[in-house]
């Protein structure tokens, strides 16, 4: 899981024996009293999802995932070609993150490269 300080600072920071990098912390897992202290303390967990198998689901679902990543697909793409579509999205496609600032505002989309000052301001590229 991701780890997002709400007052992120270049360099090492630690809290509650979370070492955060750059405003960041990875960790595989936390005690739930600790993840409780951190959310109140205004930190922003990501908890990362399993990863779906393709193969277990409908066409219908298969065409729903690609119309939400806006992948086109013919018309009677089978299975497979709607799999092969997807996974084919999936590994050509670099992902940005979303930024939300001490203001509350959010900078960038996931597809732009977001450039934070220290004055708090930030803006995107790309």
């Given at each position: 899981m991701?780890?997002?300080?709400?007052?992120?600072?270049q360099g090492r920071q630690k809290f509650i024996g979370v070492e955060f990098i750059d405003g960041f912390a990875v960790v595989e897992s936390l005690h739930p009293?600790?993840?409780?202290?951190?959310v109140q303390h205004r930190f922003s967990i990501e908890h990362e999802a399993a990863p779906v198998d393709l193969g277990n689901i409908t066409i219908a679902e298969l065409r729903d995932v690609a119309d939400v990543a806006g992948?086109?697909?013919?018309?009677?793409?089978?299975?497979?070609k709607l799999?092969?579509?997807?996974?084919a999205a999936q590994s050509s496609g670099e992902e940005f993150a979303v930024?939300?600032?001490d203001d509350g505002s959010v900078v960038g989309d996931g597809t732009s490269i977001v450039t934070l000052r220290t004055d708090g301001t930030a803006t995107t590229e790309g």
């Open positions: 991701r780890i997002i300080h709400p007052h992120p600072a009293e600790t993840e409780a202290a951190l992948i086109e697909y013919p018309a009677r793409a089978n299975k497979q799999i092969d579509l997807i996974e930024v939300e600032l």
